[in-house]
Antibody, heavy 123, light 110 residues
Framework: QVQLQESGPGLVKPSQTLSLTCTVS??????????WSWFRQPPGKGLEWIGY???????YYNPSLKSRLTISVDTSKNQFSLRLSSVTAADTAVYYC???????????????WGQGTLVTVSS | QSALTQPASLSGSPGQSITISCTGT?????????VSWYQQHPGKAPKLMIY???KRPSGVSNRFSASKSGNTASLTISGLQAEDEADYYC??????????FGGGTKLTVL
């Protein structure tokens, strides 16, 4: 059973960089042609896809966040990470990591999710 | 990349059927058969309920069905049960490996 766990600071100051890590257990991040993804959900609001990465390092980002966003993978630690720069209060959200592992021949969908971690942007 | 449009809330009585709409554009919902639906209970991670417009993952009740016409996708829940009370989100592939979500629909089972 694959499990994902987000970790990182729960409070970030405005204009600083938000950094989160997702640790994958129960399976290797390098096995299978999966996308490893980040989502977020502001309090009381809807879901937003942030971006994803393959173990090879290929990334795809939400165009609205692309200029501030970096997603990276560390296969030796079975982790992938999110860095979002120049944050504002609008970046306050529960951040989820997930695996796009429910795949058909032409598409994949998220099947395993982390429990989510709240990141608050405030001085 | 604008969010897909869903009704903010819907309600139904146990045993009834409800349908949640999800309206996009001819750049997302209308362009691709990669619409999915997610159920989210309070404080929990989302759960995939429908993929590829109409397909159910194993383990998802056949009370959940979905369809698409033009730029609008729909999720129907038949035989409403108390456990179906949750937030529901639609999502569509847009282009270049990117995804967009709806604003979510809060379903109340009366």
């Amino acid at each position: 059973q694959v499990q994902l766990q987000e970790s990182g600071p729960g409070l970030v100051k405005p204009s600083q960089t938000l950094s989160l890590t997702c640790t994958v257990s129960g399976g290797s991040i390098s096995s299978g042609d999966y996308f490893w993804s980040w989502f977020r959900q502001p309090p009381g609001k809807g879901l937003e896809w942030i971006g994803y990465i393959k173990y090879s390092g290929t990334t795809y980002y939400n165009p609205s966040l692309k200029s501030r966003l970096t997603i990276s993978v560390d296969t030796s630690k079975n982790q992938f990470s999110l860095r979002l720069s120049s944050v504002t209060a609008a970046d306050t959200a529960v951040y989820y990591c997930a695996r796009f592992g429910y795949c058909t021949p032409t598409s994949c969908y998220p099947d395993y999710w982390g429990q989510g971690t709240l990141v608050t942007v405030s001085s | 990349q604008s969010a897909l449009t869903q009704p903010a809330s819907l309600s139904g009585s146990p045993g009834q059927s409800i349908t949640i709409s999800c309206t996009g554009t001819n750049s997302d919902v209308g362009a691709y058969n990669y619409v999915s639906w997610y159920q989210q209970h309070p404080g929990k991670a989302p759960k995939l309920m429908i993929y590829d417009v109409t397909k159910r993952p194993s383990g998802v009740s056949n009370r959940f069905s979905a369809s698409k016409s033009g730029n609008t996708a729909s999720l129907t829940i038949s035989g409403l049960q108390a456990e179906d009370e949750a937030d529901y989100y639609c999502s569509s592939y847009t282009s270049s490996y990117t995804w967009v979500f709806g604003g979510g629909t809060k379903l109340t089972v009366l």
